[in-house]
T-cell receptor, first 118, second 113 residues
């Protein structure tokens, strides 16, 4: 149980392209999802917290107009990297929290999206 | 500001030995702490969660301790196997009620056959 599917797993595109990444909870309802960015051999850096039916909460230094987040249903959150440039190349990972369980609990992660901007 | 430290150097041990990984934190009092495993090119996988009022937690060959006085958690893998080779991340809950986690940079474990 508690499976999170992230798609696509890899994207290679030209500078200026907008890229959409999907994160789905397959067997539970995720009222809260998280988006992270990870550079090689570094920690996961939280970009934003996505709450179903409301605006995402962005971490300090993350441009909300650059990284658009939509959480329109209890099982799907999307991250769109708008007008991507080479410096946006990174490993993006989503996670989800089971909304049916209260209190402290683990996050369930997708397998990440490797984004390469040429 | 909050700081989470994990040994950045890889831990290289012989199969069958116990691996011990350390997570230290400062300027913070987390209510709980979690450990995750991450393989190259994959997302993290949850292993164990320990609360501030728990000293120790076990799951099969894994053991986690949580010392709120020392501000430290130790993660042990007994009878280690080459398949245990991965990067292990510790994570602490955020200071607000958003359920977000703050991750350490991880320690890479290599278990030699």
């Amino acid at each position: 149980g508690a499976v999170v599917s992230q798609h696509p797993s890899r994207v290679i595109c030209k500078s200026g392209t907008s890229v959409k990444i999907e994160c789905r909870s397959l067997d539970f309802q995720a009222t809260t999802m998280f988006w992270y960015r990870q550079f090689p051999k570094q920690s996961l850096m939280l970009m934003a917290t996505s709450n179903e039916g409301s605006k995402a909460t962005y971490e300090q230094g993350v441009e909300k107009d650059k990284f658009l987040i939509n959480h329109a249903s209890l099982t799907l959150s999307t991250l769109t990297v708008t007008s991507a440039h080479p410096e946006d190349s990174s490993f993006y990972i989503c996670s989800a929290r089971d909304g049916g369980v209260s209190g402290n609990q683990p996050q369930h992660f997708g397998d990440g999206t490797r984004l390469s901007i040429l | 500001s909050q700081k989470i430290e994990q040994n950045s150097e890889a831990l290289n041990i012989q199969e069958g030995k116990t691996a011990t990984l350390t997570c230290n934190y400062t300027n913070y009092s987390p209510a709980y702490l979690q450990w995750y495993r991450q393989d190259p090119g994959r997302g993290p996988v949850f292993l164990l969660l320990i609360r501030e009022n728990e000293k120790e937690k076990r799951k099969e060959r894994l053991k986690v301790t949580f010392d709120t006085t020392l501000k430290q958690s130790l993660f042990h893998i007994t009878a280690s196997q080459p398949a245990d080779s991965a990067t292990y991340l510790c994570a602490l809950d955020g200071t607000d009620s958003s359920y977000k986690l703050i991750f350490g940079s991880g320690t890479r474990l290599l278990v030699r056959p």
